[in-house]
């Protein structure tokens, strides 16, 4: 699956993990057209199972963090893909699934991303003046302008405790 810039949602520590989503998709393409063994595939999909858990709780992190009003639909959708992927996963040791797999996760990014992930992206950046000055006066530094960087915002959260 190539990347599609009309998926960026302007923040880009998301937009190089939603990339690195659609390379595990690329992955799992990969290894079911070379017809590689079932260990490949089976590995293409775990990686992407994994690393869509650490970006579902960057991303519902950043949720909490800038108070988005779509949270709990966002989280739901979130648990109804994982709870998907690792049905897919199970059926992966009985029955090839390769096909499905693949239509399954490319699907859902397709619309995930626009439908979901643009929307609370909207949000942030109509709330980025108020968390660059809460993060900034936190740190003793002002920051950068333009888009809220996650870093920035980890940093500030930390800075809080």
């Not at 996760?105 to 109509?126: C, K, N, Q």
Request: hydrophobic fraction near 45%; glycine fraction near 4%; charged fraction near 20%.
């Amino acid at each position: 699956m190539k990347w599609n810039q009309e998926f960026s949602v302007g923040i880009p520590e998301i937009d190089e993990q939603h990339k690195t989503l659609a390379d595990c998709v690329t992955s799992i393409e990969q290894a079911v057209i070379g017809r590689e063994r079932w260990l490949a595939v089976h590995s293409a999909l775990q990686r992407a199972v994994d690393f869509a858990r650490i970006h579902f709780a960057v991303e519902e992190s950043l949720m909490r963090i800038h108070a988005y009003p779509m949270l709990g639909e966002h989280i739901v959708e979130h648990r109804q893909f994982s709870k998907n992927l690792e049905r897919l996963q199970e059926k992966t040791l009985t029955a090839d699934v390769s096909q499905e797999m693949i239509s399954f996760i490319r699907g859902w990014l397709e619309i995930h991303v626009p439908t979901y992930d643009m929307p609370y992206a909207a949000h942030f950046f109509s709330n980025a003046n108020g968390v660059k000055q809460v993060v900034a006066a936190k740190l003793g530094r002002p920051c950068s302008d333009g888009a809220p960087r996650v870093s920035s915002v980890l940093d500030g959260v930390l800075a809080l405790q």
